[in-house]
């Protein structure tokens, strides 16, 4: 079974800076494509950025410019670079793994507060 946990969320004043970290407890080269979700209150798990196995990373628009997805193959780990942070950033931050026989992993989340 494979595990992913997350760390590195907390409370942030608005224009600071976070790095969530995600391990994994394989090979990260097992997974066709890791990413980033988060979740606010009252609303639905919505994509953040997706770094394929190949190819480009992804981002979704409200964080653009902001963040900047990336991997350590070596730590079997997945970073999320979290700049210029907005109140309306807060929110549980997920780690997904996908796997090339189309499974879906899920951490558990990290809680990321933005508030002066």
């Known amino acids: 079974q494979v595990q992913l946990v997350e760390s590195g969320g907390g409370l942030v004043q608005p224009g600071g800076s976070l790095r969530l970290s995600c391990a994994a407890s394989t090979s990260i080269f097992n997974f066709k494509a890791m990413g980033w979700y988060r979740q606010a209150p009252g609303t639905g798990r919505d994509v953040v950025a997706y770094?394929?196995?190949?190819?480009?990373?992804q981002y979704a628009d409200s964080v653009k410019g902001r963040f900047t997805i990336s991997r350590d193959s070596a730590k079997n780990t997945v970073y999320l670079q979290m700049n210029s942070l907005k109140p309306e950033d807060t929110a549980v931050y997920y780690c997904?793994?996908?796997?090339?026989?189309?499974?879906?992993?899920w951490g558990k989340g990290t809680l990321v507060t933005v508030s002066s």
């Open positions: 997904n793994a996908d796997t090339y026989d189309a499974l879906h992993y």
């Open positions: 770094i394929p196995s190949r190819g480009i990373m």
